[in-house]
DNA sequence: TCAATTGGCATACGAGGCGTATGCGAATAG
DNA sequence: CTATTCGCATACGCCTCGTATGCCAATTGA
């Protein structure tokens, strides 16, 4: 069995997609020309029509292998906490601090919802949400949140308001200073999620 | 003086607003042809460019017809509530049910923000944060609200959080449990805002 | 090893949307 | 009553997208 055809596939694809993660990550998604972006990869428009279908199948794919990394670095963090709220604070606090990177706020936060519509009902690209969502649900079961909530539907509003957060952070002329209120604004919204004594 | 004239370019500006304002609802930005929805307000592209100077400066004038609109509506609504704690409440889900509206999702949720960027920046179109960032000012120096978070940033997080639980519920097989499930864990979270006795 | 075939990717073509330059005609000013 | 402004339409070229088509290399089967 021979491999080299099937690592060029791959690696055309994997080129398509680095490409276009740059350029949408970049310059956005409407303002990147298909023609400009896959000649940067050394391929044409053909290539990216015969893998991904269109370019918003391409957005697709950039979206879930930024997912896909964004799971990975949040676990990776909170996992050190010493207790489970603690780890599930610091899972939406790395959350917001992913967000302020410029290409993961542009792709996932802002074109990815324009174009592709709701983020909750993108396929392979709710690594993040579903962490929280057991973390939740978990911290009902040992009493330490309320139990009057559904874990899902405050996972996704904590995700909208971190992207309102990362955006006014990384627009803001001190983002330093910006960036501690809103941490600090948004630790005290979560403490209404926890139950009282 | 001769008026005729003034208000021909006045019903002008707001035939193209009406237009585009239906067409971004709908069919959304990027999809609006501009030939298409001048000629539907029995226009061209030509009076477009003379008022407006591109398609993203009439986007910018839709919402901020729609922003002054939400404001009014917000304060019309909330402003029947007993106490100002329930009135900032009331806003708030006064807001989400707003932006349940597919026009106003489409166009301040979502194209919005990925054609002009940052809403915080927008000019004339923050009415309604400035009303939430009000009633939060004012209830930090009555002692109901914790006094060590600031005002317009947590009103933004309860804006992004606004437009998730809106997305959500908008997308939803069974909207009215999910609405019922979405805002009761929104005011969850704004429990947390409270000072505690 | 060699024909047959698959399919990955490039090229070519047509359609439509955008921005600019230009032109016309009516309302206003002096 | 003439001159001028300016609101808006028309005309042109560029760019981008999607599809149809073609080519060549890699695989398969005998």
């Keep these: 069995m021979h491999r080299p055809r099937r690592e060029m596939i791959a690696e055309t694809r994997a080129k398509l997609i680095a490409a276009a993660r740059h350029a949408f990550g970049t310059i956005g998604y409407a303002e ?8 940067s990869a050394g391929l044409t428009r053909g290539a990216l029509y015969h893998h991904f279908g269109d370019k918003k199948g391409l957005l697709q794919a950039v979206i879930a292998e930024i997912d896909g990394e964004m799971a990975l670095r949040v676990n990776e963090v909170a996992s050190k906490a010493p207790t489970r709220w603690q780890h599930f604070v610091d899972e939406c606090t790395t959350y917001i601090e992913m967000a302020l990177e410029p290409e993961i706020q542009r792709i996932m936060f802002r074109d ?13 690209a709710n690594a993040c949400i579903a962490s929280m969502t057991g973390h939740l649900t978990a911290l009902q079961g040992e009493g330490v949140v309320v139990a ?9 509003l904590i995700n909208g308001a971190s992207s309102q957060a990362a955006q006014r952070i990384a627009n803001s002329k ?3 200073a910006t960036s501690k209120k809103a941490i600090a604004a948004f630790k005290q919204l979560l403490e209404g999620l926890r139950k009282k004594p």
Aim: no cysteine; hydrophobic share 35%.
């Design 32 to 39: 990147a020309s298909m023609d400009d972006f896959t000649a």
């Design 112 to 124: 990815g919802p324009a174009v592709l519509g709701d983020p909750a009902q993108w396929p392979n």
């Design 148 to 156: 009057d909530v559904d874990p899902e539907t405050v996972a996704r």
């Design 174 to 176: 001190d983002p330093e």
